[in-house]
């Protein structure tokens, strides 16, 4: 993601801007969907079952719906963007937004922040796989929300704080459903 960010940021000038500022909030967004996503789903799943192949499928789905989620959610709303402040300014307007790069930002983000929680789950075995999922996960977030912080300018302690307490939410709550369907018998 650094370099991600270093490229869209280098050589910034005032027109460009704009668009520069839509795709890394894309590429940070998708980063952090994509770690929170597919880490809940996995330990969702690895709550229920102890099932490998169970949990690479849930996360590979996981994996490439939210990418495509993400680069399609992205189109759509920059390009909508575009589309009102070209109708604003009497059918011109600025090229700045760009619907394409948004799109591809946030998926190649969302591919890249979503592939971590997976890996960690399928290469820790045994008691341990969940809580060093977790782990990863959090310190993931933990850079995410750094990341977020900086391009902003701003201190890193809240934007790291949100993103690390609402991921540890999100996997609280799928792992907790994952394990009650699981000893239930209901999967």
Do not use: C, K
């Not at 880490?39 to 949990?55: E, K, N, W």
């Not at 789905?61 to 575009?82: F, H, K, N």
């Amino acid at each position: 993601m650094t370099s991600l960010l270093a490229t869209l940021t280098h050589g910034a000038t005032p027109a460009g801007t704009a668009a520069r500022a839509n795709t890394l909030r894309a590429g940070v967004l998708g980063a952090n969907d994509g770690i929170v996503s597919v880490a809940a789903i996995v330990v969702g799943v690895a709550g229920a079952t102890t099932q490998s192949g169970t949990v690479l499928v849930a996360g590979l789905a996981a994996l490439i719906g939210g990418a495509v989620s993400m680069a399609l959610g992205e189109y759509v709303s920059v390009s909508s963007q575009r589309d009102s402040e070209r109708a604003a300014r009497g059918g011109t307007g600025p090229e700045d937004a760009n619907p394409w790069a948004a799109a591809a930002a946030s998926a190649a983000s969302f591919l890249t922040g979503g592939v971590l929680p997976l890996i960690a789950i399928l290469v820790v075995s045994g008691a341990a796989r969940v809580p060093v999922t977790i782990l990863a996960v959090l310190l993931a977030l933990a850079a995410t929300g750094a990341a977020g912080a900086r391009l902003g300018g701003a201190a890193a302690a809240r934007p790291v704080l949100r993103t690390v307490v609402g991921g540890g939410l999100a996997l609280t709550l799928t792992w907790t459903i994952g394990a009650l369907l699981g000893t239930s018998g209901a999967v």
